[in-house]
């Protein structure tokens, strides 16, 4: 079964960090690219950053809220994706989706398996 | 980084409707456009890529039309099952945008 399962969220006070992980299965996760978004409680859909696929070298790409504090890797090995936030601000408080990227016929991309999202609350 | 509006922010409609939502990028995006179902609690799902293209297993009441700067998502005859909110997701550019979402609800 093709799967994503986050985890890692939780409590963190202003200026902090946490480690956001993102559990593949099911596929090759070396063949999509692995985004993130996220949603703030009552308001929409945000994207936050991608790791690009094997054959771009992982490479990222970040929202401008979040460049210079956020930083979006991967193990192979472990099928994971990661999301490494710092200086957390209050405004990061929000669930957080990874989401598997397919690349279409139509040369869009599509976020086809989502996972079930994790909880962030940034507050002292 | 490209702008996303929706129109309507949301909707009332019975059940068996047609229902329209548009989506306008600030630039010509061509068909790098998607379009979500999100529901009360759960995860956003694919339904539209490409702009027009039906992901596997989204009911056929589904479309999505458009290119360029406009887009429109279509529910021929609303169900149950359709009361959600509705986003577009621009994926041509970085950063990549949503719009602000369209809630469906029932009348």
């Known amino acids: 079964e093709v799967q994503l399962v986050e985890s890692g969220g939780g409590l963190a006070q202003p200026g902090g960090s946490l480690r956001l992980s993102c559990a593949a299965s099911?596929?090759?996760?070396?063949?999509?690219?692995m985004d993130w978004v996220r949603q703030a409680p009552g308001k929409g859909l945000e994207w936050v950053g991608r790791?690009?696929?094997?054959?771009?070298?992982?490479?990222?790409e970040y929202a401008a809220s979040v460049k210079g504090r956020f930083i979006i890797s991967r193990d192979e090995s472990k099928k994971s994706l990661y999301l490494q936030m710092n200086s957390l601000k209050t405004e990061d408080t929000a669930m957080y989706y990874c989401?598997?990227?397919?690349?279409?016929?139509?040369?869009?991309?599509?976020?086809?398996?989502w996972g079930q999202g994790t909880m962030v609350t940034v507050s002292s | 980084a490209i702008q996303m509006t929706q129109s309507p922010s949301s909707l009332s409609a019975s059940v068996g409707d047609r229902v329209t939502i548009t989506c306008r990028a600030s630039q010509d995006i061509t068909n790098d456009l998607g379009w979500y179902q999100q529901k009360p609690g759960k995860a956003p799902n694919l339904l539209i890529y490409?702009?027009?293209s039906l992901q596997s297993g989204v009911p056929s009441r589904f479309s999505g039309s458009g290119s360029g700067t406009d887009f429109t998502l279509t529910i021929s005859s609303l169900q149950p099952e359709d009361f959600a909110t509705y986003y577009c997701?621009?994926?041509?550019?970085?950063?990549?945008?949503f719009g602000p979402g369209t809630k469906v609800e029932i009348k």
């Open positions: 997701l621009q994926d041509g550019n970085y950063p990549l945008t």
């Open positions: 099911g596929f090759i996760f070396g063949d999509h690219h």
């Open positions: 490409a702009a027009s």
């Open positions: 989401a598997r990227v397919t690349p279409t016929v139509g040369g869009d991309d599509a976020f086809d398996i």
């Open positions: 790791s690009r696929d094997k054959v771009r070298s992982y490479t990222p």
